[in-house]
């Protein structure tokens, strides 16, 4: 960020993942003395690493309309945006009216082999295109990236309900498991998080799971990242903690 945009990330940390006005106000800076002026306040929802949690909508509005009355920008990272609006049973749209840009990813939930979407005001958008030149060009002949992209938006949506649910399953069948720590209420899209106690690592665990054909990712020393998708029906999932409990 700093070497390409020439901007100083400055990360506030925040319970699940969900930053209020209270918490981002004590981290704003005008650039006098030692700090950098903030220009911009970026949103993640769902949030990643917080375990695909969702920012309640009147949360979005209220740190927008701050934003906004200080002089700068909002920036949704809404790479899950459509699993946020699933839950919440509101319309994209909707949630990300009080933003002025939003980024949303075609793969992931929505199932694409590849591409994300940058969306925000015109004279935004024709900035965009230029930097992205500068970030090493667009693509000639990107129809059939495109044509994988429209069926992704246009599809995927209503089959994530059943992707939350199947991660509630799993959820569910994790916590029954020896040897993990996790809160399946706060499993609430399409990802789950978990602890595994000092027996084992995050990485030991996913790399035995690997071989035996089940794929999640080690977040942390003894934090584990799966996740629910288009290609993961019930049976995969009992089978997935089947496996669970025998390497356990
Ligand atoms: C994947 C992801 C991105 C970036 O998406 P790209 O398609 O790689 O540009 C940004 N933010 C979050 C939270 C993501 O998970």
Not at 35 to 45: A, F, K, N, Q, W
Not at 189 to 205: E, H, K, Q, Y
Not at 222 to 243: C, F, K, N, P, W
Request: with cysteine.
């Amino acid at each position: 960020m700093s070497a390409i945009a020439g901007v100083m990330p400055h990360i506030v940390p925040s319970p699940d993942g969900i930053l209020t006005w209270d918490r981002i106000a004590a981290h704003v800076h005008d650039g006098g003395g030692y700090h950098s002026p903030t220009g911009l306040i970026e949103l993640e929802s769902t949030h990643n690493l917080a375990g695909g949690t969702i920012y309640p909508p009147e949360v979005i509005a209220d740190v927008a309309a701050h934003t906004h009355a200080a002089g700068f920008k909002v920036h949704l990272d809404g790479a899950r945006i459509f699993n946020a609006a699933v839950a919440l049973g509101k319309s994209v749209a909707e949630i990300t009216r009080p933003v002025d840009s939003v980024m949303f990813c075609l793969s992931k939930g929505l199932g694409a082999p590849v591409g994300s979407m940058l969306v925000g005001p015109r004279d935004f958008i024709a900035k965009a295109r230029i930097r992205r030149k500068i970030l090493g060009g667009g693509m000639r002949q990107a129809g059939v990236l495109a044509a994988a992209g429209l069926v992704a938006l246009e599809e995927s949506p209503k089959g994530l309900p059943r992707d939350h649910e199947n991660a509630r399953f799993l959820a569910e069948g994790l916590a029954q498991l020896p040897g993990i720590l996790l809160d399946a209420a706060k499993v609430v899209t399409n990802i789950v998080m978990f602890d595994v106690d000092r027996r084992t690592t995050a990485t030991a665990l996913c790399d035995a799971l690997r071989a035996r054909g089940v794929l999640c990712s080690a977040f942390g020393p003894q934090t584990v990242r799966m996740v629910t998708h288009y290609d993961v029906d019930r049976s995969a999932i009992q089978r997935a903690l089947e496996i669970l409990r025998s390497i356990l």
